[in-house]
Each structure stands twice: as C-alpha cells, then as structure tokens.
C-alpha cells in the first residue's frame, strides 16, 4: 500500500469499578466543602466550581479513597505505557499530582497541556447529560499553516480535533504533551472529576 500512518497519538479508554465511582463522589463533595483554600483559589481564578489543584497535593494519604483510586490506576497506566512502547527501564510511572474537579453549569477549561509529566488523564465521576466531552487537539495544528482543513467525514485518526464522551467511571489517559480542554458544562448539575499526573 502506498500510503503509511506515521506518528500515532494513543489515547487510552477504559474503567474502573461503580462502587469506587461513588465512593469517590462522596468524596470530592466533601472536599468542595471542606477545603476553604481551595474554594478560594478557585473564586479568585474565575474558576465556576471547586478544584484542590493549588490547595491539596496529598489526597492519597489524605482520604483512603484516593489512594484505591491511585491503586486501581496502576493496571492502566501499565497498559497504557505499553501501548505507547514507552521505554520505563524497568521502572514504573509513579504518581506526580491528583486533584479533583467539581465544575459548575457554564464552567469550562480552555486548552492546554501538562508540563513536566509523562502520562497525565482523568477519572470521570458524575457526568450528568450536557456537561461536555474532553476534547483533543492534533498536536501538529500550529505547524499545519497553509494546509486546507479536514472534510466532515474524514476518519478520526485525521480529523483536526476529536472529542471523547465521559462517562462516570471512565478512565481517560493521554501523553502530557497532548493538548486537550473540557467543553463547557451545559448540564443542570455538576460535572466532577479527579485528574493526575505520572513521571518516572
């Protein structure tokens, strides 16, 4: 065939189980709750909801229940590394940050990356209908220049952006350099969920 794919962004998609979903829910309401620093940041950022990104950096040793989360990532994040044919030596990727997300009706979070991590992805814990896909952004878009876009019907391994439809309990991981944003929450509830980071 005259026509070789070179250069594959991986995404990986799976699950964990429901009975941690809720745990984790009751969880992260908590925290919304609890954590005035983080409430504040939050507000101070325009941020519509609640995140622990800039208050909390120890919620395994904090709650148990982040920690059977940490747990129960461990098989993903495996699979994933060897679906990337990423070279650990021998080592696993280890747990750089996590941090829960609590997004209001008409909260969004514009694009960007995450520096200085390997593997980074998101746990998705109430998804009510309408509060928004992640979506993913072809990592070549800013040396594309003068090409034409994408047709409509173009496959999704060529298409400009792609969007992935959470649902609760889905795992989502992506290499950190992927640049991605969460589509605004049009639902009437809130959209929550728990995000990470992985290095060596």
Not at 29 to 46: M, T
Not at 56 to 83: C, S
Not at 121 to 127: L, N, P
Not at 155 to 178: H, M, R
Request: charged share 25%; proline share 8%.
């Amino acid at each position: 065939m005259p026509v070789r794919s070179l250069f594959a962004t991986r995404f990986y998609e799976a699950a964990i189980a429901p009975a941690l979903v809720a745990e984790l829910e009751e969880a992260c309401r908590a925290l919304a709750q609890e954590d005035r620093a983080g409430r504040a940041w939050s507000k101070a950022h325009g941020y519509r909801g609640y995140t622990s990104y800039a208050s909390l950096n120890d919620l395994p040793e904090r709650d148990p229940r982040f920690d059977d989360l940490q747990r129960a990532l461990r098989r993903h994040l495996a699979d994933f590394a060897e679906a990337c044919a990423l070279d650990l030596d021998g080592k696993r990727l280890k747990l750089d940050s996590l941090w829960v997300n609590v997004m209001k009706p008409g909260a969004v979070h514009s694009g960007h990356i995450h520096p200085h991590s390997i593997v980074s992805g998101t746990v998705y814990v109430a998804v009510p209908p309408g509060s928004g896909a992640l979506k993913l952004e072809d990592p070549r878009l800013p040396m594309l220049m003068a090409a034409p876009p994408r047709r409509a019907d173009a496959p999704e391994d060529l298409s400009t952006f792609v969007y992935a439809e959470p649902k609760p309990g889905s795992v989502f991981l992506w290499e950190s350099w992927l640049r991605h944003e969460v589509k605004p929450n049009q639902a009437k509830g809130e959209r929550i969920s728990v995000s990470f980071n992985y290095r060596l």
